[in-house]
């Protein structure tokens, strides 16, 4: 997974949601939403507890919240209307 990958959470009390990835380490990945988890309080998530997609956002979709939550809600509204 790299910087701006779209993943579904599997578990937490985020279970169900599109997050964005904003970094990685060795061991853990870096998501944000722009609403619950903002670009500056990124959540530490396991890779085993997410599902990768097909989707990216680009550099400027990170660039703020605003801009984050709105192209999660189009990258999700697309990989739902795949379903």
């Not at 870096?30 to 680009?58: E, F, I, M, W």
């Amino acid at each position: 997974m790299q910087t701006g990958s779209v993943v579904l959470s599997l578990s937490g009390r985020d279970k169900d949601t599109f997050l964005a990835v904003t970094g990685t380490d060795e061991r853990y990945i870096y998501v944000c939403d722009g609403k619950a988890r903002p670009l500056h309080n990124p959540k530490r998530k396991n890779p085993k507890h997410v599902q990768p997609t097909q989707k990216r956002l680009s550099e400027a979709a990170l660039h703020s919240d605003r801009s984050l939550r709105k192209a999660l809600a189009i990258a999700k509204s697309e990989i739902e209307s795949r379903r």
